[in-house]
């Protein structure tokens, strides 16, 4: 089953910034939107941004809008979350997955996601 491979997360003070990484090896990739999604401890998994195929249109969750920035570049098969003025309660697993429909760009249920990766832990301390 094909997986998108996410890195980039760590420990990281509040206040402070991170870069998050989404590979793949799939061939449609530029076809496809893909979104990132975060699970805190004792909590659901929650979205928190998609972007559109072409990286032109992009949609964040309310907690995140103004320190985050979704991206991505196509030749190189990876979408990135730029997180910036990180806080304690940005703590979570945070996973990538690609839009199930091609084209289609809404959407923030997990359900209408698939190839999910492992996750990568981000830790903010206080």
């Known amino acids: 089953q094909v997986q998108l491979v996410e890195s980039g997360g760590g420990l990281v003070q509040a206040g402070g910034s991170l870069r998050l990484s989404c590979a793949t090896s799939?061939?449609?990739?530029?076809?496809?939107?893909v979104g990132w999604f975060r699970r805190a401890p004792g909590k659901e998994r929650e979205f928190v941004a998609v972007?559109?195929?072409?990286?032109?249109?992009?949609i964040y969750t309310d907690s995140v809008k103004g320190r985050a920035t979704i991206s991505r570049d196509n030749a190189e098969k990876t979408v990135y979350l730029q997180m910036n003025s990180l806080k304690p309660e940005d703590t979570a697993v945070y996973y990538c997955?690609?839009?199930?429909?091609?084209?289609?760009?809404?959407?923030?249920?997990?359900?209408?996601?698939?190839?999910w990766g492992q996750g990568a832990q981000v830790t903010v301390s206080s």
């Open positions: 972007i559109s195929p072409s990286g032109k249109t992009t």
């Open positions: 799939v061939l449609t990739f530029s076809s496809y939107s």
């Open positions: 997955a690609r839009r199930r429909t091609p084209g289609v760009v809404s959407g923030t249920d997990t359900s209408q996601y698939t190839d």
